[in-house]
């Protein structure tokens, strides 16, 4: 089993920025590839970020490229989204989620989530 916890969620204007922080616990965390989603009310959960057990290979949605940057502590046992250049449309509850192996988008594949951090962007 690992368990995660996000944090670092909150209200913030339109072109500001957030830190969002993933802390595993449990199984060795670099063992894992790592993802981040989100979902807004009414909506279905969408991928935002993917990172692979080493950081070295990453990927994201095209509607937050080059504002949002996804990485990783394995020391820490920790995974974040810097996410800049907020907007409206990126307000949502953000989960991460762990998986055995580099499934990018495909989040059925994700084993472990965690229980979801609010982001609110205020145009």
């Known amino acids: 089993q690992v368990q995660l916890v996000e944090s670092g969620g909150g209200l913030v204007q339109a072109g500001g920025s957030l830190r969002l922080s993933c802390a595993a616990s449990g199984r060795t965390f670099s063992n894992y590839a790592m993802g981040w989603f989100r979902q807004a009310p009414g909506k279905e959960r969408e991928f935002v970020a993917a990172?692979?057990?080493?950081?070295?290979?990453?990927n994201y949605a095209d509607s937050v490229k080059g504002r949002f940057t996804i990485s990783r502590d394995n020391a820490k046992n920790t995974m974040y989204l810097q996410m800049n250049s907020l907007k409206a449309e990126d307000t949502a509850v953000y989960y991460c989620?762990?998986?055995?192996?580099?499934?990018?988008?495909?989040?059925?594949?994700?084993?472990?989530w965690g229980p979801g951090t609010q982001v609110t962007v205020s145009s």
């Open positions: 989620a762990a998986a055995r192996q580099f499934y990018g988008d495909k989040w059925p594949h994700y084993d472990y």
């Open positions: 990172i692979n057990w080493s950081g070295g290979n990453t």
